[in-house]
């Protein structure tokens, strides 16, 4: 039997729904009060990856596998420089961490990040509230020891009821970087580390591609490296002449959190890449500001897609993917206009996850085919980005 359920010392928290639903259990992060949509995620593994990932801004996020932080964390697995996440939600933190490249526990990794998390609730219950009533806002209230008071729960229940919904935040410029950088590091190589031999030196890269980051994902930047294309990634703000000016052979369009709708900056720029037909490739929110450039609309799902196997159809091959999925927004298939060609779709609701223009070398996934956690059976999609890149360079 695990000891902490005799004596367990933790502090006391709660998480409190906008609906006024409740759910106590015990702190593994700092002491506090955090707010945020509480949405769910059913991925397996991977909790570090999901905690750094941008997207996950403005969100508290559940992690519907029971038993989290067995392996711990370590530094080699974030996916951007710090915890995104506003929250962390979970049944059960392991109390044993068992792995040789852990550095820290998934405890010690919350505090380390300024994270208010809660443990020890029923997330299947949870789960079902989000699934029948939809993603909400909810707030964390974690005790500094003992129990917490009722000053602090009525505190809770009114910070979860003026919580923002996610409708109308432009969080892309929260989180994207405030400099311009290149990256050169691909993914690692056991023989060799990060990088691959004889392409460690960014003159070695014979493709250039500017990348927008609207709280891009490291895992994205690798898997560019390795097909020899020199990245600059350039903050979300940065203006289509600003990019050109960087003579680039291809632009590529991030994830990232929050509604695409406000981000009117990014919208700018990929219509104007589509006017001058360079070869364009968006991941998740790059993928919604690609149909919002196109003219179409986006719309706010019920609950998203968060997980790690989700399976999408290539329409034309009608080969099946196990993909990773995280996005609350989607593009409305009935809204493109007649130059785009739906390549896939979700086999659970149906939804869009890619297409391509038919008079321009663009095209976009709403999944994220990089995976870091998850399925590894998509990412062909970035040999099509270089193989528009070649095509057009040649």
């Known amino acids: 039997m695990n000891n902490k359920l005799i004596n367990d010392t933790r502090p006391e928290a709660a998480l409190v729904l906008a609906d006024g639903a409740v759910f106590k259990g015990r702190s593994i992060g700092v002491p506090g009060m955090t707010i945020g949509e509480v949405v769910f995620n059913t991925a397996m593994t991977g909790y570090q990856e999901i905690l750094t990932d941008p997207s996950y801004k403005g969100q508290l996020v559940t992690l519907t596998y029971p038993h989290i932080g067995n392996v711990g964390v370590n530094q080699d697995d974030?996916?951007?420089?710090?915890?995104?996440?506003?929250?962390?939600?979970?049944?059960?933190?392991?109390?044993?961490?068992?792995?040789?490249?852990?550095?820290?526990?998934?405890?010690?990794?919350?505090?380390?990040?300024?994270?208010?998390?809660?443990?020890?609730?029923?997330?299947?219950?949870l789960t079902r509230i989000l699934r029948?009533?939809?993603?909400q806002p909810g707030c964390i209230v974690a005790a500094s020891e003992g129990k917490l008071t009722?000053?602090?729960?009525?505190?809770?229940?009114?910070?979860?009821?003026d919580a923002p919904v996610m409708n109308g935040q432009d969080l892309a410029k929260v989180v994207t970087s405030d400099y311009r950088y290149q990256w050169s590091e691909g993914t690692w190589q056991i023989d060799n580390g990060w990088g691959r031999p004889g392409m460690r030196h960014l003159d070695a890269y014979p493709y250039r591609v500017v990348a927008w980051d609207f709280g891009i994902k490291e895992n994205i930047l690798r898997l560019l490296a390795d097909r020899g294309i020199k990245v600059t990634v350039v903050p979300a703000q940065t203006t289509f002449e600003e990019a050109m000016a960087l003579s680039p052979d291809g632009i590529f369009l991030s994830n990232g959190p929050g509604d695409p709708a406000p981000c009117e900056y990014a919208i700018e720029v990929a219509k104007k890449a589509i006017e001058a037909k360079i070869p364009l490739f968006g991941i998740c929110l790059g993928h919604q500001i690609l149909g919002l450039a196109c003219g179409g609309d986006t719309r706010k799902m019920k609950f998203g897609h968060h997980g790690a196997n989700h399976p999408v159809v290539d329409v034309k091959t009608n080969k099946v993917y196990i993909t990773s999925q995280n996005h609350g927004f989607m593009v409305d298939e009935k809204t493109l206009p007649a130059n785009t060609k739906v390549t896939h779709k979700s086999l659970f609701d149906g939804s869009l996850q890619g297409f391509e223009l038919t008079d321009a070398p663009v095209f976009c996934f709403q999944g994220h085919p990089e995976a870091s956690p998850g399925p590894h059976d998509i990412q062909d999609l970035f040999d099509r980005f270089l193989d528009l890149i070649k095509q057009a360079k040649n």
């Open 78 to 125: 974030a996916e951007s420089r710090t915890i995104f996440a506003s929250g962390l939600i979970i049944r059960d933190e392991s109390s044993v961490v068992s792995n040789w490249r852990s550095q820290r526990s998934l405890g010690e990794y919350l505090k380390q990040h300024g994270i208010v998390s809660i443990a020890d609730i029923d997330t299947r219950r």
């Open 132 to 135: 029948t009533k939809g993603a």
């Open 150 to 161: 009722d000053e602090e729960l009525n505190a809770a229940r009114k910070a979860a009821a």
